[in-house]
């Protein structure tokens, strides 16, 4: 499987746990700027080791998470401006713009992980050798 398919497919699975944690929170009135910290919480350590085992195939270090944690900490004011926009300003309902902010979001995220877990230090090479086969 090429890397986009291996990102898309670790994508949708963080994807779907994001929604789910937003969508139940929603059910029972919690506000989605909580929802998207317990969200945070679970979905940096599932998103970080499914993306160095098998996104990128890296042996995974402290480094490599600290850079993906940061990163992906990154994503919580950006999703948190889009819910604000579509819930507060346009009135859809969580579980339309949850969704979509999770689409919008998906550019942010390929770059991000990328940076993270693959960085290429000044002679070029990634700084964390695949693991072996």
Not at 40 to 63: D, E, K, N
Not at 89 to 97: E, N, S
């Amino acid at each position: 499987m090429k890397l986009p398919a291996r990102f898309l497919l670790v994508g949708l699975l963080c994807a779907l746990v994001h929604n789910a944690i937003l969508l139940t929170a929603d059910r029972f009135a919690i506000h989605y700027v909580i929802s998207c910290v317990i969200s945070y919480s679970v979905v940096v350590v599932l998103g970080f080791a499914l993306h160095v085992h098998f996104t990128f195939q890296q042996a995974p270090s402290f480094q490599q998470f600290w850079r993906y944690a940061v990163s992906m900490a990154a994503n919580y004011p950006i999703t948190l401006a889009l819910l604000f926009v579509m819930c507060d300003v346009a009135r859809l309902p969580v579980a339309i713009a949850a969704p979509v902010a999770t689409v919008l979001m998906m550019a942010w995220n390929f770059a991000a992980s990328r940076w993270a877990i693959v960085r290429k230090p000044a002679g070029g090479a990634p700084s964390s050798s695949p693991r072996s086969p």
